[in-house]
């Protein structure tokens, strides 16, 4: 065995040319699939970083017709009193608050939770400590990133004061460098105590935000739920009027933190694997090439008497060789890959900051390299071992036998296929991006800015902002919303029309709750259908009213005027255009807007200005921060964004599938061209003679240039017909990532075969040029 | 039909030119058998390449049925070609991966003829050399004599009127060289102006004259 690794490396640096392109190749697609395989062990593989977390479970309440929703605090106490499956469930609410009395206030991620929380998390704090039950509610924990920044000199903050929206807070522990609870997309950086306040104990109309809770040892999810399902119904019997329909979910709390992007991540590793494949079947190739040019050293190394298989053994070491030389490379570009890929991606990735390279993926790595050896190199080992041996003596320059070229053209058919395959993912893809992107959104979004203004003001003073920030030179318009339009956001609430049968709650009508002031409508460009809109005349003092959107009028207002229309949210005064509220791929659902004046408790997480300009929106940022300030000085800004760049964020997780799918697609098509070249180019090497004979007959150039074209396309044909079968199978898991677009689009599939077919001739026109190119006489004397 | 009027073929080497054929001037008549002889390396086989128009690189005045080759572009001399050459080589030059029909078929591929007129003219040739029984083989599985009888076969299938023979029957035991050589005779006879290149004294004897070459010199 150490001859044989010593000859296959001595073979190797002998043909460096060879074993560079080999290893280059092999390294594209072990190094991509480092690469996604990394982000798929840290994302999804590597258990939460928790004591025990299989035990951790969300919990949610299940309400016909809104499906999946927050459990209300009431029911969380029965649950917890009732129950007997979980040793403990802690409820918290994600937000953010205001860092003040620092030279620049910041905004930071933060999380109230009950004082149980880090006890059932399993961490304990890198100083200080946790929560402990009788800490009042003005102690916060912070995190290892928090302390750097903003205690870089101090050898422990614990003790320290910190403000947050003006209330002070004394930092009691810190957390460790990569601990994180929840996961979302927001980085959290502190933690405080969070109790109910004293009204929601009994009114089950109040929800906790979130609820996380911890199994008892050896109690399975599914007993869980069974009890929790039981006690839900006994509240529903207890409670009717707020619980009928009420259900629980259970689900693990893995799933709630990768679930959302397993099923992307494992295409995306699939489609990684066929990149490989190609770069398996590019370098199966070249060593059936390399095989066909040592048929002689093959044969006496035979005559010599090595057996087959240690003729095999030979070269599947060389080929493992390779694939080693290609996993050290990959290593390199799976760093860097992963690297680049979280510089731009690490919001759009849960747990990104969890992903690196670890013994999981050298493992894997190792893994990948072996199988590919072993894959690509075997073909070629069997194929060099059987070549016949007299002929092998005689030949000086080897020659291919018919059925290594058709191994090698199998092979070429084969990257054609797996390269059309990702080439129709990543075209289905991109159609769905441009589909989104032309969706028409119902606003108005050129030249408007948008920002989040932090809470804490009064109702009035957001009119008041409104009618300053209105005033800049170059603004059309301005207004507030309690949400930014395509947020993956939504409020839904029941609300019921006056003069209509009062309906159980499954079949209560429902709309997405929008908080808005006056001039919203405006700077975005929504217009008003009928009615009136808000104006500043709706105050608190005046009866309730409400716009509706189209969505909402035609459902449940089909044939009537819902204006002047009375319903407990007030009375509809206009219906206001559709909105993509949620994101482009949904359609506008009914939607009422509540004027901000009436609702004034809806302000407490502050609210988003929308500002239209008639100038660029970039140049008024200033300008806006600087009237903000003007009216209330204690206002914190932050996401600051033009209109269309919310647009583009909303479609960013496709984006970024997208540009994975793209660039795995063009690897693979890369590898294919490449294929398909030295296939050609081999073939017309070997029949250059006969290429001589057919000139010497009369065969024009064009008849030879046809002649490999018709060849190179052949291959490209069959290999567009078996991708296209692969295609048909495989697209499939796609579907859920689509918009408008049948993952069977007719349109992607001929635009991909003729991208291929193109390819293809390209590819082959080198070979071909220098085929026609073939002097007769010098090709009849090569003889 | 051929005039040749100082054809000449060099090579540029280093710095000097390295002649293959000097001012060769030659008249070959239509219907002629001609033999051309001459030791290895005297310039046969690049003459009957010029003549064949496989090489263009030459200086001089070639007229070929009283068309100015020299004047001729590429094109121009592959359709002459087609039109009125076919070529027979030494070593037959079939394709390995052709049945012997599929090798007689490619010269009339080339001529643009339709496929069912093509089949005909392949089957005539086929009976025409008794070799109907073999058309669906490939060349390794026939004796060197029935490759060359292919060859042949295949250089008389489009109804050349001149055929370039290039040692015909080097390859071949002395009967099979015999009976391609009574093959061209009979050619000869039936109107086919045919030039082989021979080391044979005998093979010599079928054609009308001899022309001898060395270095490249046309001498009597």
């Known amino acids: ?783 | 039909m051929i005039r040749l009027h100082n054809i000449e073929k060099y090579y540029e080497a280093g710095y000097g030119k390295t002649f293959v054929l000097r001012r060769i001037t030659l008249d070959i008549k239509e219907g002629e058998f001609v033999t051309i002889m001459g030791p290895s390396g005297a310039g046969k086989s690049t003459l009957l390449s010029i003549l064949g128009m496989l090489d263009g690189a030459w200086t001089g005045e070639f007229y070929f049925a009283e068309q100015p080759v020299h004047k001729l572009n590429t094109k121009q001399r592959v359709e002459i070609n087609k039109k009125y050459i076919g070529f027979v080589f030494q070593s037959y030059h079939l394709i390995d991966n052709l049945t012997v029909y599929e090798n007689l078929d490619i010269p009339l591929s080339y001529r643009n003829i339709k496929s069912a007129e093509r089949a005909g003219m392949v089957c005539d040739v086929l009976d025409r050399f008794h070799i109907v029984g073999k058309k669906d083989l490939f060349p390794n599985q026939l004796s060197g004599g029935q490759q060359q009888l292919v060859a042949v076969a295949r250089a008389v299938i489009a109804n050349p009127k001149l055929i370039l023979a290039d040692e015909p029957t080097g390859n071949l035991h002395s009967a099979q060289g015999k009976e391609i050589m009574e093959l061209f005779k009979k050619l000869n006879d039936e109107g086919t102006t045919i030039v082989q290149v021979t080391h044979s004294e005998t093979n010599a004897q079928y054609g009308h004259r001899i022309i001898n070459l060395a270095d490249g010199w046309l001498v009597n």
Request: charged share 20%; glycine share 10%.
């Open chain 1, 1 to 783: 065995m150490l001859n044989d690794i010593r000859y296959a490396m001595r073979g190797l640096r002998r043909n460096p040319g060879f074993t560079a392109i080999a290893v280059a190749t092999l390294a594209l697609g072990i190094g991509a699939n480092t690469a996604i395989f990394s982000i798929v062990n840290g994302v999804l593989l590597r258990p939460l970083p928790f004591a025990d977390p299989g035990r951790l479970v969300q919990l949610n309440e299940t309400v016909a017709p809104f499906g999946i929703g927050a459990v209300a605090y009431p029911d969380l106490d029965d649950f917890r009193r009732q129950s007997t499956s979980f040793e403990a469930m802690i409820a918290y609410v994600p937000g953010s608050r205001n860092l003040q009395d620092i030279a620049e206030p910041e905004r930071i991620a933060t999380v109230a939770a009950e004082r149980g929380l880090f006890r059932m998390l399993g961490i304990e704090p890198v100083a200080g400590r946790t929560f402990r039950d009788d800490d009042p509610s003005n102690v916060v924990v912070i995190g290892a990133g928090f302390a750097k920044r903003h205690f870089a000199g101090d050898p422990s903050p614990v003790g320290s004061k910190i403000t947050l929206d003006g209330e002070g807070f004394t930092v009691i522990g810190v957390m460790p460098d990569r601990f994180q609870f929840p996961y979302r997309a927001s980085h959290t950086e502190l933690w405080i105590p969070w109790e109910p306040a004293p009204q929601w104990a009994h009114n089950r109309s109040y929800h906790a935000d979130f609820v996380a809770a911890r199994l008892k040892p050896g109690v399975g999810i599914d007993a869980a739920r069974n009890e929790l399902g039981v006690i839900a119904k006994r509240l529903e019997a207890q409670y009717p009027d707020t619980n009928r329909g009420r259900g629980v979910r259970i689900t693990p709390l893995s799933d709630v933190v990768v679930g959302p992007v397993r099923n992307s991540l494992l295409v995306l590793l699939g489609a990684v694997g066929l990149v490989l494949l190609v770069s398996c079947a590019n370098v199966a190739n070249l060593l059936l090439a390399r095989a066909t040019a040592r048929t002689r050293e093959v044969a006496i190394r035979a005559a010599l008497g090595a057996g087959r298989l240690r003729l095999i053994r030979q070269f599947l070491t060389e080929s493992v060789l390779l694939a080693l030389g290609a996993g050290l490379l990959a290593i390199a570009m799976a760093t860097w890959g992963t690297d680049l890929l979280l510089q731009f991606a690490a919001n759009q990735i849960p747990r990104s900051w969890e992903i690196g390279l670890d013994w999981h993926v050298l493992e894997f790595l190792l893994g990948i390299c072996v199988i590919t050896g072993i894959g690509f190199g075997l073909a070629p080992a069997i194929s060099a071992a059987r070549a016949d041996l007299q002929t092998g003596l005689k030949e000086t320059s080897g020659r291919a036998s018919a059925g290594r070229g058709r191994l090698r053209d199998g092979l070429v058919v084969a990257e054609v296929s797996l390269a059309f395959v990702l080439l129709v993912g990543a075209g289905l893809l991109l159609r769905t991006f441009l589909h989104l992107q032309a969706t028409p959104t119902g606003m108005v979004t050129e030249n408007v800015l948008t920002l989040h203004v932090s809470g804490g003001a009064a109702a009035s003073r957001y009119r008041e902002l409104e009618e300053r920030v209105t005033q800049i030179p170059g603004v059309r318009a301005a207004g507030f919303t309690q949400f930014l339009p395509l947020q993956d956001w939504n409020w839904t609430g029941h609300f019921t029309i006056d003069g209509r049968p009062r309906e159980n709650p499954a079949r209560q009508p429902v709309a997405e709750l929008r908080f808005v002031t006056p001039g919203y409508f405006h700077a975005l460009g929504i217009p008003l259908l009928k009615g009136r809109g808000l104006t500043d005349d709706d105050t608190s003092d005046t009866p309730p009213v409400i716009l509706i959107n189209e969505a909402l009028a035609r459902q449940y207002f089909p044939n009537e005027n819902p204006i002047g229309r009375h319903t407990d949210r007030g009375t509809i005064v206009g219906v206001v255009g559709d909105v993509h509220q949620a994101s482009l791929d949904r359609a506008p659902a009914p939607e009422i807007y509540h004027p901000v004046a009436q609702n004034a408790a809806q302000t407490d997480s502050g609210m988003s200005l929308v500002v239209s300009a008639k100038l660029p929106p970039e140049k008024l940022v200033s300008a806006v921060r600087a009237a903000i300030h003007e009216v209330d000085p204690r206002q914190v800004m932050f996401n600051v964004k033009t209109m269309q760049r919310v647009i583009a964020d909303s479609l960013s997780d496709l984006n970024l599938y997208l540009w994975l799918m793209g660039l795995f697609a063009g690897l693979a098509l890369l590898l294919a061209t490449a294929g398909i070249y030295g296939v050609v180019s081999y073939a017309v090497s070997r029949r250059t003679h006969e290429i001589g004979i057919r000139m010497a007959l009369g065969a024009e150039r064009w008849d030879v240039l046809g002649m490999v074209l018709r060849r190179t396309l052949v291959l490209a044909g069959v290999g567009v017909v078996f991708g296209t079968a692969g295609a048909l199978a495989v697209t499939r898991v796609l579907a859920k990532f689509l918009f408008d677009v049948k993952p069977t689009d007719p349109a992607t599939f001929a635009a991909v075969a003729a991208l291929l077919g193109c390819v293809a001739v390209l590819a082959g026109l080198i070979p071909a040029r220098r085929a026609s190119g073939v002097d007769p006489v010098e090709a009849l004397r090569y003889e």
